[in-house]
């Protein structure tokens, strides 16, 4: 696909600038010319500011609205999003489709949620990450669960569990609503949306899309880096609410892309997604406050290449076009009731989930100079995985003051490998493990106590978690190389076991606002990968079992200097050892602080946003995950940006900032090494970060 708009986005991005400025000139004269206004306020629907720290709302839970325009540029998609969350971070190859960190955990140790389904990438290398098929503005509501500490959104959410929702519609009569936004900014970003929805007392319809593009962009130095994308959703929602304790949904979606890579030796062409879910609920009945039922269908088809967009690296193991797809078939639901007494709150159920992938490739013929597309071939399906799971959390409010939470899981996961051969040190042999099934009984659990002040609006909270997860389809199908004394991965490779301690305190007074949490783990047979080079000059991977101890944690504060000035900050920290071998753990971001200041007056708002990030020299050079390796130390940036935004009226709001004022040239520590097929050198560089950015976005509300 090629983007229609690359030759535009800088006249894009003057035209809708001016486009803002003329309207706002219009909307102050007019209100300038009504006299009625010095005497009537109307609500104010849109908030005049720019989000530049995301705060914690309760102990370990954090609730944003992914629809608020924030700092830097607005998101492209989930990770680009939950990297600026406090404790989050993004392994880095381009301009989207980064894979979210949080406390340094990396995968499915983050249980990451779509409407409370999971939709799983197929690419060996999660190319396509799970986060890479979510576009944030669709959604109304992020919650964000830090540690394990919930057993309710499914299995082997150690590190935590992100949940991108739709609400369901209420209308009392019948109505509508409708938010729409344009996004234009440097290096042509382009980005539309519309959100809408008409009901009345007995159901509703919702349609959801946007299209989200961008051109390569360039670094503090001025240098380009391939980083081009395109994506585009469409979501429609059916509702029927025949009273007001009942409701029954029916959802469908598709979506698809591309993303070129300057950390990857190949390209992702085609990011398409399907997406079917059904919703039942019903409260008060009787005893039983609420009781869910949703199941839901989720694809993936997903295509690499070396040659659409750009030319394949001669000097590299891939001269030649080659492609690759994959596509993986995810269905599951879940039942749940919510029971309610004076004191207790109970929530119970069951969940499954079935997840099928496959697999083709392209071929090339060297002596006719033929190729053949991956398409022309029948496909491959090389795993199936299951999950059972059953789940009881239950909240006993022991005072006024005191609350107990404490959650049980009982998961029993498979997996069957139906790989005849696979490839070892460039070479195919006959699989040791073809058609065998492995699976195991999981448990999980946590208890956490928490306190209010009688005289303080303050909070404090400790739990405690234990999770065992069983490794994921990139962790027992992807590794090139067995474990020691093992057949291959997905016979050596080990459930992980991660017990957690959650400690923490937040205040919430009338102008300050402050938070902290903390956390110290052991990691059992703690899942890590291992890199390096055959004789032949081809990569290897291997997945080991190692024990490792993890600690850190995250502070925030926001302070109201006056009725004007609002000053916030957040640290976060992570760490982590392999206790197995001594070293550190591999994959951990540094240090990293963000301060804000920001002023707001009737209906416009200015900021500022100072983010620091310290060096990273705790590193283990080769070992990494399934995506990324520890290559070599990083350096320490600041990198500065200010925002504004203005209120044009109760229903339009433009919002414009400036990332990296100063064009400073960076690149994240987290970050894949530039590919040799766009002039990066053979020793490891990091992908630089974009330089100076310059944006503005138009909301709209009615």
């Known amino acids: ?67 608020d325009a924030r700092q830097p540029i607005p998101a492209s998609d989930a990770g680009d999003y939950l990297k600026t969350i406090p404790g989050f971070s993004a392994i880095r190859s381009g301009g989207t489709n980064g894979d979210p960190v ?80 344009v996004l234009g900014g440097s290096h042509g970003r382009f980005d539309k949306l519309v959100d809408g929805a ?92 609420k009781l869910e039922a949703r199941v839901y269908y989720n694809y993936a ?31 599951g639901g879940r039942i749940a009731a919510t029971l309610n007494w004076t004191d207790l709150e109970w929530v119970s159920g069951v969940d499954a989930l079935r997840s099928e992938h496959r697999k083709r490739a392209s071929s090339y013929n060297m002596m006719s100079d033929t190729f053949t597309d991956a398409d022309q071939f029948a496909w491959d399906k090389d795993a199936v995985m299951r999950n059972y799971g059953l789940f009881s959390e239950l909240t006993w409010h022991r005072s006024d003051l005191d609350r107990v939470i404490t959650g049980a899981r009982l998961d029993r996961a498979s997996t069957k490998d139906f790989r005849d051969s ?30 209010d002040m009688a005289e303080s609006p303050t909070t404090f909270y400790a739990g405690i978690g ?105 640290l976060a920290y992570a760490w982590g050892k392999n206790s197995s071998s001594g070293q550190p753990l591999p994959q951990m971001p540094p240090l990293e602080t963000r301060l804000g200041l920001n002023y707001q007056q009737a209906n416009w708002s200015a900021g500022a946003l100072w983010r620091v990030v310290a060096e990273q020299n705790r590193i283990d050079e080769g070992k990494g995950n399934v995506v990324g390796q520890d290559v070599s130390d990083s350096s320490g940036f600041g990198i500065f940006s200010i925002n504004g935004a203005y209120r044009l009226s109760e229903n339009a709001k433009l919002s414009v900032g400036v990332d990296n004022l100063f064009d400073k040239a960076y690149a994240e520590h987290l970050n894949l090494a530039g590919n040799s097929a766009f002039g990066y050198p053979a020793d490891p560089v990091a992908i630089n970060e974009p330089g100076r950015t310059l944006w503005a976005k138009m909301d709209f509300d009615f």
């Not at 429609?236 to 979506?255: F, H, M, Q, V, Y």
Request: charged share 20%; aromatic share 8%.
């Open 198 to 289: 008409v009901g009345n007392a007995d159901g509703y319809i919702r349609f959801a899309g946007n299209d989200a593009r961008s051109d390569d962009y360039s670094d503090g130095n001025g240098d380009t880096v391939p980083s081009r994308y395109s994506k585009w959703n469409t979501d429609l929602a059916i509702g029927w609410t025949p009273d007001d304790d009942t409701l029954l949904e029916l959802s469908a979606g598709r979506g698809d892309g591309e993303a070129r890579y300057a950390g990857r030796g190949m390209d992702g062409t085609q990011f398409a997604r399907e997406s079917l879910g059904l919703l039942f609920e019903k409260s008060a009945l009787g005893v039983i406050d």
């Open 102 to 181: 949080l406390r340094g955990m990396f995968g499915s140790r983050l249980n990451l949620l779509v409407n409370d389904g999971q939709m799983l990438g197929a690419c060996p290398n999660r190319m396509d990450a799970p986060s890479s098929y979510i576009a944030p503005e669709t959604f109304d509501l992020l919650t964000v669960i830090k540690g394990p500490q919930t057993v309710l959104w499914g299995p082997g959410a150690s590190a935590g569990t992100v949940r991108f929702e739709r609400q369901p519609e209420q209308f009392e009569e019948p109505d509508s609503r409708l938010h729409a936004s």
């Open 466 to 570: 234990h999770v065992q997860r069983f490794p994921d389809y990139w962790e027992l199908f992807s590794p090139s190389i067995a474990p020691a004394g093992d057949l291959n991965a997905f016979d050596g490779i080990r459930p992980e076991k991660t017990t957690q301690l959650d400690i923490g305190a937040q205040y919430n007074g009338p102008r300050l606002q402050t938070w902290v949490s903390g956390y110290v783990g052991q990691v059992r047979d703690y899942i890590q990968l291992s890199y390096g080079t055959n004789m032949m000059g081809m990569r290897t991977s291997q997945a080991d079992n190692v024990d490792a101890r993890i600690l850190g944690g995250e502070l925030g504060m926001r302070y109201e200097l006056d009725a004007n000035w609002t000053g916030d900050a957040t």
């Open 301 to 331: 088809d997903h295509i690499m290449d070396n040659f659409r967009l750009r030319q394949p690296d001669p000097t590299s193991m891939m001269p030649m076009p080659m492609a690759s797809q994959v596509d993986r078939r995810t269905v």
């Open 422 to 451: 696979i490839t070892s040190m460039g070479m195919s042999r006959a699989n040791p493990t073809a058609g065998q099934t492995r699976s195991d009984t999981l448990p999980s659990g946590f208890a956490r106590y928490e306190h």
């Open 1 to 67: 696909m090629q983007n229609p708009y690359a030759l535009s986005g800088k006249n894009t991005l003057r035209c809708q600038i001016a486009f803002a400025i003329m309207l706002s000139g219009a909307t102050a004269a007019q209100a300038a010319s009504d006299p009625s206004n010095e005497k009537t306020v109307e609500p104010l629907l849109l908030s005049p500011t720019v989000v530049t720290a995301v705060q914690q709302s309760s102990p370990l839970i954090i609730i944003a609205d992914p629809k």
